[in-house]
């Protein structure tokens, strides 16, 4: 374990690693509201009478006010302090989900469901990457990864729950007490969140032997805005984004429209199977190929990742009506794709330095919402349209494949000017 700088306070909750579990817990907390979405659109469908298309909005508002407000939710997070601040995440979060389960018409849903939920989550979720960040200089990747696999894992516990209160009780019933719950866990987790004090280093580390290419100074939100470096990650992250929410928002209508959601795997229902699956690749992603990039390089390590999740999409959709392979397969594309919440914060803080970190990651983090945007609704349409998901997984097979080549390029190159020039 690193020995600490010695003026921070001695307390348990001053140790980094403290801090990083901590983070953990409370990103596990908010993870429902987007990664079981998939399992209420059903109930929500019948009880309301909307389109799948005019339903998906809701998703969509969820990562928007999740993603388009995070310079806002990063810089609060500065400015107050992470225990205040992730408390007040946790309780809207939770407080949404309860609040949903009275609406009854769209725009009620949309405001509880979307803009609650993606405010409150968004603020925890900014707010525990930047704090990890600035923990770990030496682990950037890893410990960036660790802390958004908390919001990968967080519904691994959730999903058979959740599907199974929704069949036996309803899904009001289960946006009540799950709203609590997870609420609950969140506030908790808050109480002991901490910021480093300014300029700590953990001990034996310094930026010049970082085996990535590390930023020489820290650059302001406004000096970052102005390099092309940056928006070239914001069009590749959104790229990601864009590709994966047409997948993550559409698991349950792929199921259905291919007739192996109830069929039994191993014993269990092949969508809440896929879920589960799916949130532990999502979740294992991201500590995994961010402790791959501490090693080989972001660039190498994007290329490779975005590829695997190419490959898989072209095979998911070769096999997607048979059972055990669709439980298989969208793990896979879970995999290829969870790792961009690893890879791209650690990737711009070594760009631009640890300063403005949590402010800096706010604005990258508007490509989610641009993800959004293009995302579910987007799939959603092609497929009224069509009449089929083809294009669906076309496209996605693209965007995967393009940004992969953009890393080991272009990326490449443009990081290697900026970091000579600064």
């Known amino acids: ?42 109930p929500l469908n019948q009880k309301l009478g909307t389109t799948l298309a005019e339903l998906q909005w809701t998703f969509s ?15 609060l997070v500065d400015r ?11 309780l809207m979060s939770g407080g949404g989900w309860v609040l949903s389960s009275y609406v009854s018409d769209l725009w009620a849903l949309y405001f509880t469901y979307g803009v609650i939920c993606g405010f409150g989550t968004g603020i925890i979720y900014v707010g525990i990457i930047g704090l990890m960040v600035r923990w770990f200089p030496d682990r950037r990747g890893l410990a960036t990864g660790l802390a958004a696999a908390g919001y990968g894992f967080g519904a691994i516990f959730t999903s058979f729950p959740i599907d199974s209160m929704i069949k036996s009780d309803g899904y009001a019933h289960t946006l009540v007490v799950w709203g609590i719950i997870q609420g609950v866990i969140g506030i908790i987790a808050a109480q002991w969140l901490r910021v480093p004090p300014e300029g700590w280093q953990p001990e034996g580390y310094s930026p010049a032997t970082a085996t990535t290419m590390q930023a020489k100074r820290s650059y302001s939100p ?17 790229m990601m984004s864009t590709s994966g929410l047409m997948v993550v928002s559409n698991v349950g209508p792929f199921a259905n429209e291919y007739k192996v959601a109830q069929v039994l795997v191993l014993g269990m229902a092949a969508l809440p199977l896929s879920l589960t699956l799916s ?37 998911l959709f070769a096999f997607i009506d048979q059972p055990a392979l669709f439980v298989v397969l969208t793990g896979l594309v879970f995999f290829g794709w969870g790792e961009i919440f690893s890879l791209f914060p650690s990737t711009l803080t070594d760009t631009f330095g640890p300063k403005y970190a ?12 641009v993800g959004s945007i293009l995302g579910g609704p987007a799939a959603a349409f092609l497929k009224q349209t069509t009449g089929s998901w083809t294009s669906v997984f076309i496209i996605v097979a693209i965007l995967d494949a393009v940004t992969a080549l953009l890393a080991i390029t272009l990326l490449k190159k443009m990081r290697s000017r900026h970091m000579q020039a600064g």
């Open 1 to 42: 374990m690193t020995v600490v700088n010695p003026t921070i306070p001695s307390a348990w909750y001053w140790n980094r690693w403290c801090q990083l579990v901590l983070g953990l817990i409370a990103m596990m907390a908010i993870s429902s509201p987007q990664y079981v979405w998939t399992l209420f659109t059903g």
């Open 61 to 75: 508002l969820l990562i928007i006010l999740q993603t388009w407000c995070s310079p806002l939710q990063a810089y």
């Open 80 to 90: 107050f302090g992470p225990r205040l601040l992730i408390s007040v995440g946790a």
């Open 222 to 238: 406004a000096e970052m805005l102005k390099t092309p470096t940056f928006w070239l990650l914001f069009i590749m992250m959104s």
């Open 279 to 315: 949130r532990f690749t999502n979740g294992l992603t991201r500590p995994f190929f961010g402790w791959v990039s501490d090693h080989i390089g972001r660039e190498m390590t994007m290329a490779l990742a975005f590829s695997l999740e190419c490959a898989a999409i072209l095979v």
């Open 358 to 369: 949590a402010t800096n990651y706010g604005f990258l983090y508007v490509a989610q919402g």
